[in-house]
Each structure stands twice: as structure tokens, then as C-alpha cells.
């Protein structure tokens, strides 16, 4: 029985995906826990990733069949029709976990959990690295803090509760939004705790998110630009 679904909505990238499939075979996680991939249309598909999968337990990729841009909040929306666990942790693919903090989401019993997060990188071996140096080479600036704020992507949230709440809104795809819907649907969260209808959110446990995207000094990320003018008809 699956307790706890690790759910990405992905767009190209596929180099940091090869590193999280490396990350995720050293953590060796329990068999209640299971890893989607919503392939959001990634030319070419990251199906093509699959060899590099083996060894990965409970490891599933699905296409969201929606060329257009910006679509996370469709993917996320499909994935849960997917997902088998009761719990679903939806991150972003610069975002990555150590194992004891994907343990404390699989053993939360409350409504949703966001987290601290420290800039840190995933090498070609799938291993974390945290020293200032590296940091750097990927991007990072000087002078910059090595923790972050908190980010209303990445959370654990109890499945009937993501269901109650209607999920995403379909007017960030329908109407091709830039934004994901992240502080939307963080909004209506609150709101409804607030109300009494779900437990408050807490924020606990550490994970990492790579340095800025913007340079990106490796050229890890997708270039879907989220610069003012013309919304693309598709993605590229």
C-alpha cells in the first residue's frame, strides 16, 4: 500500500532529471512510497530518460498531452488522478530532498506541510553538495545566504484535502498564465484553515533548492522565458 506519493511536473531539463533518478536510487526509499513524473511535453519526451530509471522503485512517468505553456497547474491537477498515496508532496524539479525529510512526510499526520529550504546542488552522481564553492560554479551569487525563504511550491499535503479543495485552478492553463497558481492555491488554503475547515500548515524539515536558474551557468533548465510580451502558442 502506497502512503506517500513524490509527485514533479517537468519540462525539459533533463540533465537534473537523470541527477534526482540518481539522487532517488541512493536513498533507497521504503516500498510505500512512490515517484511521478508528469512530463510536461519535454521535447524531446523524458521518456527517453527511462534506462536511467531501473533500479528506482515505485517509479512512473506520465505525459500531459497539453503543448501549451505554462501548464504545471494541469500536471498537477493529472497527477493526483494518478497519484496512490495518501499523502502527495509536490516539488519543482530545482527542489531536492534528503531522506529524512521525505521519512517525516511520509509519517506527517497532519493537513499540509511546507518546508525550510538551503541552496545546495545535485552532482552527476545524484549526491548533494552544499560547500559555497560549488555553489557558485552553479550559479549562485557571492554574497548570497545559503538558506531561503520557504516557497508555496513545494508541500506535503494530505490527497482528500487537495481533492476538497478543487485543486488548481484551470485558469492558469486555459487562460496561458505565466504563474503556476502556487499563491493561489496557497491562498485558498489559508483561507479555509482559517475558517476551521483544515488544520493549520506547518513549516518543518530542510531541503534544497539549486541556486538561481537565472544565470544558469550549466545549463540545467528549461528556457521557456518568463519575460513580459507575446505568450508562445506552444511550448518549443
Not at 17 to 40: T, Y
Not at 45 to 56: F, I
Amino acid at each position: 500500500m502506497i502512503k506517500l506519493s513524490i509527485i514533479f511536473t517537468i519540462y525539459n531539463s533533463h540533465e537534473v532529471v537523470k541527477r534526482q533518478i540518481k539522487h532517488f536510487k541512493r536513498l533507497d526509499l521504503p516500498d510505500d512510497i512512490e515517484i511521478i513524473i508528469m512530463d510536461d511535453e519535454s521535447n524531446p519526451p523524458l521518456e527517453t530518460l527511462n534506462p536511467h530509471c531501473y533500479g528506482v522503485k515505485n517509479f512512473c512517468m506520465y505525459r500531459t498531452g497539453n503543448k501549451a505553456p505554462w501548464t504545471q497547474a494541469l500536471a498537477r491537477n493529472q497527477s493526483v488522478e494518478k497519484a496512490r498515496g495518501d499523502l502527495l508532496l509536490f516539488t519543482d524539479i530545482d527542489h531536492f530532498f534528503p531522506r529524512e525529510t521525505i521519512m517525516a512526510c511520509r509519517d506527517f499526520d497532519g493537513d499540509k506541510m511546507m518546508f525550510n529550504r538551503s541552496f545546495g546542488v545535485l552532482d552527476h552522481n545524484g549526491d548533494i553538495c552544499t560547500d559555497r564553492k560549488t555553489l557558485i560554479e552553479y550559479g549562485m551569487k557571492k554574497t548570497r545566504r545559503l538558506r531561503r525563504n520557504r516557497h508555496n511550491n513545494s508541500f506535503v499535503i494530505k490527497k482528500s484535502v487537495y481533492q476538497r479543495l478543487g485543486g488548481y485552478s484551470k485558469k492558469y492553463w486555459e487562460n496561458r498564465f505565466h504563474r503556476s497558481g502556487d499563491s493561489s492555491f496557497y491562498t485558498r488554503y489559508e483561507n479555509g484553515a482559517r475558517r476551521g475547515k483544515f488544520k493549520p500548515s506547518v513549516t518543518d524539515h530542510k531541503i534544497y533548492v539549486f541556486p538561481e536558474a537565472n544565470p544558469d551557468p550549466l545549463g540545467l533548465f528549461h528556457d521557456l522565458s518568463r519575460q513580459d510580451g507575446p505568450i508562445p502558442e506552444d511550448k518549443p
